[in-house]
């Protein structure tokens, strides 16, 4: 069986986020949660929060036991940019793009 669980619209870029995702995939639980609480990225909070959800998920409504669990897949999809702009010399603008994420994670017994 599996769970899931979302994070949507995290203010954090992707490709900063899909760092710290592909720590994590493939492992048991408790390897995920060690690995997340000891890696030195501001991103590892929030997927270490979602993971604690998802497995939430599966103990409370598919009755799944927690230490028989994996992380079966995790991904990170863009979201929408906050487009914002910077004063430049000469009159000029530069243009600031805030990149926002998406993240989800399916966790598995196995079965």
Known sequence: ?????????????PRKVRLVADSIRTKKI???????????K???EPVLKLLNSAV???VNNNG?????????????????T??????RAH?????????????TIIVSDGR
Request: aromatic fraction near 6%; hydrophobic fraction near 40%; glycine fraction near 4%.
């Open 1 to 13: 069986m599996e769970a899931t669980a979302k994070l949507s619209m995290i203010r954090i870029s």
């Open 30 to 40: 408790s390897e995920a949660v060690a690995i997340l609480q000891n890696q030195d």
């Open 42 to 44: 501001r991103s590892s």
């Open 56 to 58: 939430a998920n599966a």
């Open 64 to 80: 799944m036991e927690a230490d028989q669990l994996f992380v079966k897949t995790i991904f990170v999809n863009e979201g929408p």
């Open 82 to 87: 906050l487009k914002r702009f910077r004063p």
């Open 91 to 103: 009159g000029r603008a530069y243009e600031i793009l805030k990149r926002t994420s998406h993240i």
